[in-house]
Each structure stands twice: as structure tokens, then as C-alpha cells.
């Protein structure tokens, strides 16, 4: 039951933020995204380890999405704090994409190649829906290479969280 939860509150943390960011009110969607991902830290078996795994994606987001960003293939609403990173609703999407490797996609431990291929599909289709909704543009660099360059990175993304969290596992293990 603890994955069905993880899942629907990935979903209503991602539709929160998306839709703040597209009327430029992103402040209580972004608190109360945190405030989840604090309870979700808080109730993990490893809180410091969690903590570090959300924050490893979240720096990998914003320098993921700042690159995206300043190469011109997307442009976000509400650019908060800065023109040159990625805006901050979007580094709590990343913290909370990956709450949920240990949770609703716990089943892609040990399947690198299939983490790869869905975060591949799933990650830019993931913008792309963010963008109908008006939390974003393509730039002028374009759509196609765009989630071309967000098929790579989502692609590496996901076995990359996975990997993270195998490392924080044998830590546990050792400690113990």
C-alpha cells in the first residue's frame, strides 16, 4: 500500500507544481511538495541516506534542466530564482521523482537497461506534458531536439538513482 501511496503523491506533487508553475504561483505547490518529501525522509528506514539520494537527484536536476534550459531548447514559466538555473519547482520534481525509487519504482532495482528505456520515454513525454499545460516552451533550439537532449538525460537519470541507491543500500548493510 506504502507504493500505491508513493505513487499518487508523486502524481499530485507533479501536477501541483506544473500547474503553479503555468499561473506563476508556484510557492504553496512547491511547500507542500516539501513538506511531503520532508515526511517521506523522515519515515524512510535510512533518513540521512534518503535525504542524500533526493538531494544527489535534485543537483543532477538543476544541472540538467539549467543546461537544457540555457541551450535553448526549453524555456520554463516562473524562472524563479534565476534566469541561469532551472526554476525551483522544478528541483523539488527531481527530489521527488526520486522518493519514489524506493517506492512505486522499486521494481527497476537490478534492471538498469529497462530504468534507462523509462526514463528515456517517460522523462521528456513528462516535459512535454508539463509544456501542453503551459509550465514551459520549446525554444528555439526546438521540440525534436529537445526531447532528444531529454531522452539522454532522463535515460541516464533513472539507472543513475538506482545506482545511488544501490550505493546507499551497501552502506546500510555495512553499518549494520
Known amino acids: 500500500m506504502a507504493k500505491f501511496w508513493n505513487f499518487v503523491l508523486f502524481q499530485l506533487g507533479w501536477f501541483a507544481c506544473i500547474i503553479g508553475a503555468a499561473n506563476h504561483q508556484v510557492f504553496w505547490p512547491v511547500v507542500i511538495t516539501l513538506l511531503y518529501l520532508t515526511i517521506h525522509i523522515a519515515r524512510s528506514n535510512q533518513p540521512s541516506l534518503e535525504m542524500n539520494l533526493l538531494l544527489k537527484a535534485a543537483l ?27 526554476p525551483v519547482w522544478l528541483w523539488v520534481l527531481w527530489a521527488l521523482v526520486a522518493s519514489t525509487i524506493n517506492g512505486s519504482l522499486s521494481w527497476l532495482r537490478g534492471r538498469p537497461i529497462l530504468a534507462a528505456v523509462l526514463g528515456a520515454i517517460a522523462g521528456p513525454m513528462s516535459y512535454e506534458a508539463g509544456i501542453q499545460m ?17 531522452a539522454i538525460i532522463w535515460g541516464a537519470a533513472m539507472p543513475l538513482f538506482l545506482y545511488w541507491d544501490r550505493v546507499r543500500v551497501t552502506l546500510d548493510k555495512n553499518q549494520t
Not at 503551459?134 to 531529454?150: K, R, S
Open 60 to 86: 543532477y536536476g538543476v544541472s540538467a534542466d539549467s543546461l537544457v534550459s540555457l541551450s535553448g531548447f526549453l524555456i520554463f514559466e516562473d524562472a524563479w530564482p534565476s534566469s541561469y538555473l532551472s
Open 134 to 150: 503551459g509550465a514551459g516552451a520549446w525554444g528555439p533550439q526546438g521540440q525534436v531536439g529537445g526531447l532528444i537532449f531529454l
